[in-house]
């Protein structure tokens, strides 16, 4: 290939699969590669893993509509993910035209899809960060030229805290997030548990392992102890579904098998 | 059920298996003003305007090819159920009108989808950033990412890069198609034409260039393709390579034949379709020209298309479609692909006249040479109608239906068979269209009714259930038999509520005996079957045990598992089950091991080739040695339309325990 040495993605592993593509198969979305959609179907065979990404999706819509009815105008989304339906900044500026929205992924195409998306959206920008160096991030020029910090902001680490292995102190980084915002900030977040499917988790453990993205899943009491020095809202910390769901009979006769806990919690 | 109830059950079945981001309430509303739409198309508007249904479906974000299976499960349980639709007889066609519409808006939609990332990929390359190397991985990573075939080649020509999507959809090996020229990748035909476009918009001069259009695959095979095409630019905005989006237009959709009427051709195999087909007959016609109609359908079709892979039954439709073509040569007529696997061939009378037998035969043998898809040989065998001369007066769908109902009576048969469909039987035809056409009319009317049958134990001769079939009292021709009532069904898509009704008057009009009857292969996979059953057993009071469901091999032995569940629930229920139409294959046996029936109905066509059984024929020995097997695991055996005693004793000899026909009427 003649000129192709210089369009070789660096850092980038088309053949490791991401769980940023990952999930965007399982949502319906076509930027993806063979070794991604392998990987999402042999986890569908572990796991309602269609489900799962379906009921998160619809989480965080339910828990954006929320933060902007709790006032908040201003979004810091960590691990965004590639642009799909329900984007949180399409969310945000229907309700309200002057809201802001920052995302962070480190995956280079869910970044290089967010940028084509949010060309002509001056209220909204991404950044291509880690979202364990939050200082890095808040203090990054793109996040600092959409939010102020000395206002509350809704800090969204929906479906991405199980990346974060205990090795790295997920509790401590949360903790570092939240000694950075101002009170009446809100922290939405939600991750994948053991607690319904002990085996099929551990299958997807397995799976994910090959993947840029291991996942190191959580028992309730794991993730509860995410939100200290936050207070929890209503219902706390509960499967996907059971979240202040839009209609009763959305919850369905197994809330449980959503395999991920959700909560919404604001900094007193 | 009103419309507002419908489209709340339309709602919880599609957010089941699709996000869509949008309060319930607003898509409920949306789905409420589709359900109007569609019930104004079974009214009057006519199927049509349900295309745009189908789209505007896909367009609210169900675009997932789960969505419209999903609605089409909803839609033809609910919509016949509204109150307000009295009439569901353009329920089929309003439904595939809505899969059309759904199909062609999915497909614009990836192509919408598809452009983006086109932009993304031009922008990521044409912005001069600070980190010119991070841009230059996003392009490579938009690339490679894409479903799209995509091709970078220099002004002249040469190809710089083109990606595996394009690669595997034109039958390269990974990594060879950058040594090819892109005007090698052309159609012969559009070659010129393209370079010329390609030429003009680096030059500045053309507008866009996106539109349909031809390419070769490696194998020299034509492939349909949509290109877009961008001009990329060096730093100093020169232009300096073509970007090209390539999008296989072949091999979209599930209902790529409910599309097809868009346009006039098949985009699959590049033949004229059925409209331009029907149009060309018709021009013929109308200017007096002599001609033949051959309508092929391909045999077993779907055991390549099932059972090697949907590639390997595209390669050997195209493949099909290739040898017509080249049969067809110079001689004067037209070739088409009307439906999935149906071909249709008009061919002028040359002076001397022409032997549509001798055409016939040669089409099977040009097909039945093998084509190799991964090393496996497969090759295709055509039934085949013909119709031969017809009146100028005659229309041209209805000369296709005739024959369509020649090609299934000629499939019951056998395979490679064909046969002229001649004037006398073409007027029965018609006749039978015009009658099949009134039967919701007649149904309205309350002209159709039951007749009930007894069923017998051979040795007892004692009745031990009722047959229930349906009949017609036809005001002009009289009682119209069972048999009868089933071929006309065939024809209407009545035939699953129809069933349904049936089976409601049935339960009430047999008091007490046991009640037999025989399902169409249609209500066998109609997912609504035991909701039926289970309304029917409460209302009328019946015993589930009491009630003997028969079911055609044939709806069993294939399909997408409907069928067997159905099967199964039913069992579950306690209702018993027949396994009709038994006897023609061995093959039949396997299906009694693997599921849960409790008799078989031997078919009529073999009852009535052993009604003078001769001992020593192969198949009366057959027949003979099938019997005691399916006894021996303690299955009952029905044997249909016995007339004699001799009959009798002959069936009851071999092992069959159970009978009706004349002889007991
Ligand atoms: C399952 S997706 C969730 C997308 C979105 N938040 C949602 O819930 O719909 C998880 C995303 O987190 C990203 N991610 C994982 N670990 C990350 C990290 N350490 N820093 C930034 N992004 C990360 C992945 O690249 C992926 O795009």
Redesign the interface.
């Given at each position: 290939m003649t000129e192709s040495s210089s369009w070789v993605p660096e850092g980038v592993n088309t053949e490791l699969p991401s769980a940023a593509r990952v999930y965007d198969y399982l949502l319906g979305g076509g930027h993806n590669f063979p070794g991604d959609r392998a990987l999402a179907e042999e986890l569908v065979r572990l796991l309602p893993a269609r489900d799962m990404s379906r009921l998160n999706r619809a989480f965080l819509r339910r828990a954006v509509l929320h933060l902007l009815d709790a006032g908040i105008t201003q979004f810091l989304d960590l691990g965004s993910g590639i642009p799909t339906v329900g984007n949180v900044h399409e969310i945000a500026l229907a309700a309200d035209p002057t809201a802001r929205v920052v995302y962070v992924d480190y995956e280079p195409v869910a970044v290089a899809h967010s940028e084509m998306l949010l060309r002509e959206v001056p209220n909204a920008d991404v950044l291509r960060a880690d979202m364990r160096e939050p200082e890095k991030i808040l203090r990054a020029p793109r996040v600092r030229e959409l939010i102020d910090l000395s206002a509350p902001l809704g800090l969204l680490m929906v479906g991405v805290a199980q990346f974060i292995p205990d090795d790295d102190d997920p509790w401590a980084l949360v903790a570092r997030y939240r000694d950075a915002l101002a009170p009446g900030s809100h922290l939405a977040l939600s991750a994948f548990t053991w607690d319904n499917a002990p085996e099929g988790m551990a299958g997807a453990v397995e799976v994910f392992r090959h993947s840029q993205d291991p996942i190191f899943p959580r028992t309730h009491q794991e993730i509860l102890r995410l939100f200290d020095g936050f207070e929890l809202v209503e219902p706390g910390l509960v499967y996907t579904p059971l979240w202040r769901p839009e209609r009763a009979e959305d919850v369905g006769d197994n809330a449980a098998r959503s395999n991920l806990y959700a909560g919404v919690a604001r900094k007193t | 059920m009103d419309r507002a109830e419908l489209a709340i059950r339309w709602a919880?079945a599609l957010?089941q298996v699709?996000?869509?981001?949008r309060?319930?309430d607003v898509i409920e509303r949306e789905l409420a003003d589709l359900l109007g739409a569609l019930v104004a198309c079974l009214r009057a508007d006519g199927p049509d305007e349900a295309t745009g249904v189908g789209r505007a479906l896909a367009e609210s974000?169900f675009?997932?090819p789960v969505c419209v299976r999903v609605s089409i499960d909803v839609l033809s349980s609910g919509l016949p159920r509204l109150t307000e639709v009295d009439d569901a007889t353009r329920l089929p066609g309003v439904l595939a009108a809505l899969a059309a519409g759904f199909a062609d808006a999915t497909r614009r939609r990836?192509f919408a989808?598809?452009q983006?990332?086109r932009?993304?990929l031009v922008?990521?390359r044409n912005t001069v950033e600070r980190d010119l190397?991070a841009s230059?991985?996003?392009?490579?990573?938009?690339?490679?990412?894409s479903?799209l075939g995509m091709v970078?080649s220099d002004l002249g020509g040469g190809v710089?890069?083109a990606n595996e999507a394009l690669e595997e959809m034109l039958g390269y090996k990974p990594?060879t198609l950058?040594r090819k020229r892109l005007d090698d990748l052309f159609h012969p035909q559009d070659r010129a034409y393209l370079r010329t476009r390609y030429d003009e918009l680096a030059d500045g001069v053309g507008h866009q260039l996106d539109e349909r259009t031809r390419f070769l695959r490696a194998d020299g095979e034509t492939q349909w393709v949509r290109v877009a095409v961008s001009v990329l630019r060096d730093r100093d905005d020169l232009p300096d390579h073509h970007v090209t989006m390539v999008q296989d237009i072949s091999d979209l959709h599930l209902l790529e034949h409910h599309i097809s009427h868009q346009g006039t051709h098949d985009p699959l195999t590049g033949l004229p379709n059925r409209q331009a087909f029907v149009g060309r007959l018709e021009e013929a016609l109308g200017t007096g020209q002599e001609v033949s109609v051959l309508h092929l359908g391909l045999d077993d079709f779907a055991v390549t298309n099932d059972g090697i892979g949907r590639a390997a039954g595209d390669h050997l439709l195209r493949e099909v479609a290739a040898r017509l073509t080249q049969l067809l040569g110079e001689q004067p007529g037209i070739v088409a692909r009307l439906a999935g696997d149906e071909f249709a061939m008009m061919l002028e009378h040359p002076p001397g006249g022409l032997d549509v037998g001798g055409v016939a035969t040669e089409i099977n043998d040009v097909l039945s040479e093998p084509t190799y898809v991964d090393g496996q040989g497969i090759a295709a065998w055509a039934t085949i109608a013909v119709v031969s001369l017809p009146s100028a007066d005659t229309k041209p769908d209805e000369l296709l239906r005739a024959t369509d109902i020649a090609l299934r009576k000629l499939k019951q048969r056998g395979r490679r068979q064909w046969c002229v469909v001649d004037p006398v039987q073409n007027q029965l035809y018609r006749e039978q269209y015009r009658l099949a056409a009134t039967i919701p009319g007649a149904w309205e009317n309350g002209e159709l009714g039951l007749e009930l049958r007894p069923v017998v134990a051979l040795a007892e001769r004692t009745v031990v259930a009722t047959e229930a079939l349906l009949r017609w009292e036809h005001p002009e021709y009289g009682v119209l038999g069972p048999q009868r009532c089933a071929e006309l069904l065939l024809d209407t898509g009545l035939s699953v509520l129809l069933g349904h009704w049936v089976l409601g008057q049935a339960a009430a009009a047999v008091e007490g005996s046991a009640l037999y009857l025989e399902l169409s292969a249609e209500q066998v996979a109609d997912p609504d079957l035991v909701m039926q059953v289970r309304r029917v057993l409460g209302e009328s009071g019946l015993d589930a045990d009491r009630l003997e469901l028969g079911m055609p091999v044939c709806s069993l032995s294939i399909g997408d598992g409907v069928a067997e569940d159905n099967l199964g629930v039913l069992v579950d229920l306690g209702v018993r089950t027949v396994l009709t139409d038994f006897g023609h294959t061995r093959g039949d046996l396997a299906c009694l091991e693997d599921l849960p029936i409790h008799s078989v109905r031997m078919s009529g066509a073999v009852v009535s080739r052993v009604v003078r059984p001769d001992p020593a024929a192969l198949f009366t020995r057959s027949v003979a040695g099938l019997v005691p097997m399916v006894r021996e695991v303690g299955i009952s055996v029905l044997v249909p339309g016995i007339s004699t005693e001799e009959q009798a004793k002959w069936w009851m000899g071999v092992g069959a325990d159970l009978g009706t026909g004349p002889l007991f009427s």
């Open positions: - | 919880a957010t699709a996000y869509v981001a309060d319930r974000g675009h997932q990836l989808e598809q983006d990332l932009d993304a922008h990521a190397r230059e991985a996003r392009f490579g990573e938009v690339f490679t990412t479903a970078i710089a890069r990594g950058f």
